[in-house]
């Protein structure tokens, strides 16, 4: 369904892309945000899904400063592989990419971001620091507590699981306490429920998840 394209940031750093577009008229715009195995199958499908439900979507490959079309994908060697990245992650230079992305929709309509994993992260500080979007969700992002001081100037919704071996429960108590301006989600389940690809996939947890995202985002985007 969809297709790879190019996008520049402020710095003029060129980084790729997929955009996957609706049938139609478009609802708005999404920018979909990755987890470390870069924009991989399992993200290209989540586009897709998007798109299908009337969203132009973009997912920024914001590992493309570190390694030019990195993808991966799950098992334990490539995990081993991709959890090489984590140290070498500029925040601000993956916000810049990321607000290429959402200049790119713009003239679709409203704009909306959504993040797994790392990209849940980019999605919260996005919703606090870039400009252009209407709303705001991240699923599991494993630094929002040790950000959750900043102020998301666009609605925000957060999913988390309750037994994520990587985010704590303090951790979503403390993003509570902080932001009681979000929508915040604790389901029965682990780390990255939503990836139907990994171990940790929890299809009810998925499913309710992505029917509260797809609520959230018809409410301020369309």
């Not at 996008?7 to 996957?20: I, K, M, Q, V």
């Not at 439900?53 to 098992?75: C, K, L, M, N």
């Not at 993956?94 to 993040?115: F, H, N, S």
């Not at 001081?149 to 988390?160: R, S």
Request: glycine share 10%.
């Amino acid at each position: 369904m969809g297709t790879h394209i190019k996008l520049t940031a402020s710095d003029g750093f060129e980084l790729g892309a997929y955009r996957a577009d609706p049938v139609g008229q478009p609802k708005g715009g999404l920018v979909v945000l990755q987890e470390i195995f870069g924009v991989n199958r399992h993200i290209r499908s989540v586009c897709d899904g998007f798109a299908a439900r009337g969203y132009a979507v973009i997912a920024p490959a914001v590992f493309d400063r570190y390694s030019r079309d990195f993808e991966s994908g799950y098992s334990p060697a490539e995990v081993e592989e991709a959890r090489k990245f984590i140290p070498r992650i500029d925040w601000r230079a993956m916000l810049r990419d990321t607000q290429a992305a959402i200049d790119a929709v713009r003239d679709q309509g409203k704009v909306g971001i959504v993040g797994y994993c790392m990209g849940g992260t980019v999605a919260f500080l996005a919703a606090g620091t870039l400009d252009g979007l209407s709303a705001a969700v991240g699923y599991y992002g494993g630094q929002t507590a040790r950000n959750a001081d900043l102020k998301p100037k666009a609605p925000t919704m957060l999913h988390f699981g309750d037994h994520d071996q990587s985010i704590p429960m303090s951790d979503v108590e403390i993003v509570r306490e902080k932001r009681p301006d979000c929508e915040i989600f604790v389901y029965p389940a682990g780390h990255a429920f939503n990836c139907d690809e990994r171990a940790g996939y929890d299809a009810d947890a998925a499913r309710l998840a992505l029917e509260r995202t797809l609520a959230f985002f018809a409410k301020h985007i369309g």
